[in-house]
C-alpha cells in the first residue's frame, strides 16, 4: 500500500481492506446491537440499569483516557517509523512495545482496581446502587488490562497490513455477553430488579461474563497475531531497554497526560451529573445509537487510512497525506450526513420499535429524543477522530491536548447550564447534545490547526461534497417526515406506529436518498459501494 502506485491501484488495495474491514464492523456492530438492546430489555433503564452502566463505563473511561486513545493514535505512527528503519529493528520494536504495554497495563489496572470505592463515592449517592455499582466495579475493572492487549496486537496487526481479523474480535465479545444475557434471564431472581433485591448469583454471572467477554476479544486478536507469524520474546529486557524506543515520548508526557486529565474531568462531569438525574443509562444508550453509523464506516476507513497516513506523514509526502485525508472526510461525510438526518427525524421511533422489556415507551422514546438532537454531530466526530490520527501520526501530542481542553470546555458548560436550569429529564437529553457541541467545536480547531500546517487542505471539495449530501438527505428526508405523520395519524399503538413509521421510511426514503445523490451528482455514493464491495 505505498503512496507511488496508480490512484487505481490505491482505490482497489483500499477497496478489498475496507470491505473486508467493513464487513467485520457490521457484524461487530450488529452483535454489539443487540447486546445493547438485550441488556437494556433484561436490566431496564432505571437503578439497576444505571447502576451496570455506570459500572461498566468506568473501565472503559480509564482504559480509553490512560491508554486507548493514546495507544491505538501513538503505535500505529511509531510502528510504522520502526518498520521504515527495516524488518530486524521492527520486530525487535515491536516486541518491546509489546511488552512496555503488557507491564504498564497490569499497573494501570490494579491502580484503578484500588481506587474503585473513590470512583463509585465521587458519582453515586443512593447507597443500595453505589453498593451493586461497586461490587460489579470490582468484577469488571480487570478488562482495563485486556482492552490495553487487545488495543497493541491490533495495531501490529495493522502495520502489518492485516485489518480483518483483529475487526472480528468484538464479535467474539458481543457473542459472550449475549450468552451471559440468556444465562441472567434464565436464573432464579426478583420479579422487580433493585439493587437490594439481586441474588449474588445475578451479580456475579453480569460482572464476570462482562469481563469475559473482553477476555475473549483480547485472546482472538493474540490468536491471529500468532497466525501471521509472529511469535513473543519475553527474553527482551524490560527495564530500562523495553522504554528505549519511546523514549522520545517522555518529553510528549506531559501533553498526554494534559489530553487524559481533561476527558477523564469531561467524562466524569458527564458521569456524575447523569447519575444524579437518574439518566446513565439513557446517556449510555443514545451514545451507543451515535456511535454506530461512525462505527459501520466510519472505523473501517480511519482503520484502513491510518497506517497509510503514518507513513505519508513519516515520508514527509504531503500530497499523499492531503490525498488520503481528502478522501477519508469526504466519505465520512456521505456516509454521516444522511444518517444524522435520519436519526433527527426518526430517533424516538426507531428506540421506541427497538427497547422493550422492562423499558416502557417513555423511557425508549426519551432515549430516542436523545439520539435525534445530538445527531448534528456525527460528522464532526468523524472529522476530529480523523484529525487526530494526523496529528498523531507527525508525532505532535501537544494540539490533540489543546483541542480537548477547547471540547471538554465545551461539554462542561453546556452540561453545567443545562444543569443549572432545566428539568431532570431535558438535563439528560442535553448531555449527549453536549457531547455534539463540543466535537463541532473540535473540528473547527482541528481544521485551522492542520491549515496552519500544511497550508490550504481542499476543503473546499469536502465542504461541495456536504452541501450535495445535504440536499440528498432532505429529499430522503421529506419522505420520512410524511411517514411519521401518517402513522401517527392513523396508528394508536405507539410501538406499531413506530414501526410502520420506519418500515415505510426505509421502502421510500433510501430511494430516494439514492436517486437524489444521482441527480445532484455525489460520486463517493457510486464509489463507496465499489470501496465496501470490491
Known amino acids: 500500500m505505498g503512496h507511488h502506485g496508480g490512484v487505481g491501484d490505491i482505490q482497489s488495495t483500499l477497496a478489498r481492506s475496507t470491505g473486508a474491514v467493513a464487513t467485520a464492523t457490521v457484524a461487530s456492530r450488529a452483535t454489539g446491537f443487540i447486546r445493547t438492546l438485550a441488556l437494556a430489555a433484561v436490566l431496564g433503564t432505571a437503578v439497576v440499569g444505571d447502576a451496570y452502566n455506570g459500572a461498566n463505563t468506568l473501565p472503559n473511561m480509564v482504559y480509553e483516557l490512560l491508554l486507548g486513545g493514546v495507544m491505538s493514535s501513538v503505535f500505529v505512527p511509531a510502528l510504522a517509523r520502526a518498520r521504515l528503519r527495516g524488518r530486524a529493528y521492527s520486530r525487535v520494536f515491536t516486541q518491546r512495545l509489546l511488552l512496555a504495554t503488557i507491564i504498564g497495563a497490569a499497573a494501570a489496572t490494579v491502580v484503578a482496581v484500588l481506587c474503585v470505592p473513590l470512583l463509585v463515592a465521587a458519582l453515586v449517592s443512593d447507597s443500595d446502587q453505589a453498593q451493586l455499582t461497586t461490587v460489579l466495579a470490582y468484577l469488571l475493572f ?32 458481543n457473542l459472550m455477553v449475549l450468552a451471559t444475557v440468556g444465562i441472567f434471564v434464565l436464573m432464579p431472581g426478583p420479579v422487580t430488579l433493585t439493587p437490594s433485591a439481586m441474588t449474588t ?22 490468536v491471529a497475531l500468532r497466525r501471521t507469524g509472529f511469535r513473543w520474546s519475553w527474553r527482551v529486557r524490560p527495564v530500562p531497554y523495553t522504554w528505549r524506543p519511546v523514549r522520545i515520548g517522555v518529553g510528549l ?17 458527564v458521569l456524575l451529573v447523569a447519575f444524579d438525574r437518574g439518566g446513565v443509562s439513557t446517556y449510555t444508550l443514545a451514545d451507543l445509537l451515535f456511535q454506530v453509523p461512525y462505527g459501520i464506516l466510519g472505523v473501517s476507513l480511519l482503520t484502513v487510512l491510518t497506517p497509510r497516513i503514518a507513513r505519508a506523514v513519516a515520508d514527509d509526502d504531503r500530497a499523499a497525506l492531503i490525498a488520503d485525508m481528502g478522501r477519508a472526510a469526504r466519505y465520512s461525510v456521505v456516509a454521516l450526513v444522511p444518517a ?5 427525524l426518526l430517533g424516538p421511533m426507531l428506540t421506541t420499535v427497538m427497547f422493550i422489556g422492562r423499558v416502557d415507551v417513555d423511557a425508549a422514546r426519551l432515549i430516542g429524543t436523545s439520539l435525534a438532537l445530538s445527531a448534528f454531530g456525527l460528522a464532526p466526530f468523524a472529522l476530529v477522530m480523523l484529525q487526530l490520527r494526523v496529528f498523531y501520526a507527525g508525532n505532535d501530542m501537544r494540539t490533540p491536548a489543546l483541542i480537548n481542553v477547547a471540547m471538554v470546555a465545551t461539554k462542561i458548560t453546556v452540561v453545567a447550564a443545562a444543569a443549572a436550569t432545566l428539568p431532570s429529564q431535558a438535563v439528560v437529553v442535553m448531555l449527549p447534545v453536549a457531547s455534539s457541541l463540543s466535537y463541532l467545536v473540535g473540528a473547527a480547531c482541528g481544521h485551522w490547526a492542520l491549515r496552519r500546517r500544511y497550508g490550504l487542505l481542499g476543503f473546499h471539495a469536502v465542504l461541495e461534497t456536504f452541501t450535495r449530501v445535504l440536499w440528498a438527505s432532505v429529499v430522503a428526508g421529506l419522505f420520512c417526515v410524511a411517514s411519521v405523520g401518517l402513522s401517527h395519524r392513523f396508528i394508536d399503538n405507539p410501538r406499531g406506529a413506530a414501526a410502520i413509521t420506519l418500515l415505510a421510511a426505509t421502502a421510500f426514503a433510501v430511494p430516494a436518498f439514492l436517486l437524489a445523490a444521482k441527480k445532484i451528482g455525489v460520486p463517493e455514493v457510486r464509489n463507496a459501494r465499489a470501496l465496501l464491495l470490491g
Open 142 to 173: 480487570p478488562e482495563i488490562f485486556f482492552y490495553a492487549l487487545a488495543a497493541t496486537v491490533t495495531a501490529i496487526l495493522n502495520i502489518r497490513d492485516s485489518y480483518a481479523p483483529a475487526a472480528w474480535a468484538p464479535v467474539v465479545n
Open 201 to 222: 448469583a445475578q451479580v456475579l454471572v453480569l460482572g464476570i461474563g462482562t469481563t469475559a467477554g473482553i477476555v475473549g476479544q483480547a485472546s482472538w486478536t493474540v
Open 340 to 344: 444524522g438526518v435520519a436519526m433527527t
Open 253 to 269: 508526557l506531559g501533553w498526554i497526560v494534559l489530553y487524559v486529565a481533561m476527558s477523564q474531568v469531561g467524562a466524569t462531569f
